[in-house]
C-alpha cells in the first residue's frame, strides 16, 4: 500500500519558538494532503486541507496565522506551528490522498510534539 | 461530526475473535463504512472498508446489515498486538471528503 511518512517523529521545542513538521508521500503524488491533530485519549480533529499550489482551507477554530501549511509539491507538505506555546503539545498526524477522482487516504505515523 | 456510534471499550481474550459493532442509523447509499485503529502514539491503519457486502481480507472481516444501518468488524483470532483504538467512520464517495474521526472502541486484548 501507499506510504506516508512523517519527520521527526517526535520533537521538543521550548516555548515561543517555531517547529516545522514535514508530511511526505513515498510512492505516490499527493494532490490533497490534511492535517490532524490528536490530544490524549481524545479522537483525531482535522486542522486542515490543503491542495498542491493552493492555500490551505483551515477548520472553524484553527488559527491560519499560528499554523502554517505548504504544500508546495505534489509529495511534500509541511506544517509549521509559529510561537508555540504549551496548549499546542500534542500528536499530529497527516495523511494523503492521491490524484483526482481518487478517496483513499493514507496517514502518516505521526509527530508528537511537546512544547515545553 | 461523526455519523457512527461505537462503544467506548471492549475485551477480549487473546485467541478468540473480537466483534466490534458500529451503528450508522443514517448512513445515505453513497457512503462506504471504513473501519481504522490506531494503536498507541502511531497514526490510524486502513482495516477494511465495504459499501455493502461483507469484506473480508486478511487482517478482518467486515460483516454489513442487509439495511446498512449498522456493521462489525470481526477479528478472529485477536492477539494482544490488536490491542488498539477501533475507529468506524462513514464517508461519501465524493471526492473531496476527507475522513471524520468519532471517539472510536478501545478494544483491550488480554492474555
Known amino acids: 500500500g501507499a506510504v506516508v511518512s512523517q519527520h521527526p517523529s517526535w520533537v521538543i521545542c521550548k516555548s515561543g519558538t517555531s517547529v516545522k513538521i514535514e508530511c511526505r508521500s513515498l510512492?505516490?503524488?499527493?494532490?490533497?494532503m490534511f492535517w490532524y491533530r490528536q490530544f490524549p485519549k481524545q479522537s483525531l480533529m482535522l486542522m486542515a486541507t490543503s491542495n498542491e499550489g493552493s492555500k490551505a482551507t483551515y477548520e472553524q477554530g484553527v488559527e491560519k496565522d499560528k499554523f502554517l501549511i505548504n504544500h508546495a509539491s505534489l509529495t511534500l507538505s509541511t506544517l509549521t506551528v509559529t510561537s508555540a506555546h504549551p496548549e499546542d503539545s500534542s500528536f499530529y498526524i497527516c495523511?494523503?490522498?492521491?490524484?483526482?477522482?481518487?478517496?483513499?487516504?493514507?496517514f502518516g505515523p505521526g509527530t508528537r510534539l511537546t512544547v515545553t | 461530526d461523526a455519523k457512527t456510534t461505537q462503544p467506548t471499550s471492549m475485551d477480549c481474550a487473546e485467541g478468540r475473535a473480537a466483534n466490534l459493532p458500529c451503528n450508522h442509523s443514517t448512513i445515505s447509499g453513497n457512503e462506504y463504512v471504513y473501519w481504522y485503529r490506531q494503536i498507541h502514539s502511531q497514526g490510524p491503519q486502513y482495516i477494511i472498508h465495504g459499501l455493502k457486502n461483507n469484506e473480508t481480507n486478511e487482517m478482518a472481516s467486515l460483516i454489513i446489515t442487509e439495511d446498512r444501518k449498522s456493521s462489525t468488524l470481526i477479528l478472529p483470532h485477536a492477539t494482544l498486538r490488536d490491542t488498539a483504538v477501533y475507529y468506524c467512520i462513514v464517508r461519501p464517495t465524493n471526492y473531496g471528503q476527507n475522513f471524520v474521526f468519532g471517539p472510536g472502541t478501545r478494544l483491550s486484548v488480554l492474555p
Open positions: 495523511s494523503a490522498r492521491e490524484g483526482a477522482g481518487t478517496y483513499e487516504q493514507y
Open positions: 510512492d505516490f503524488q499527493a494532490t490533497t
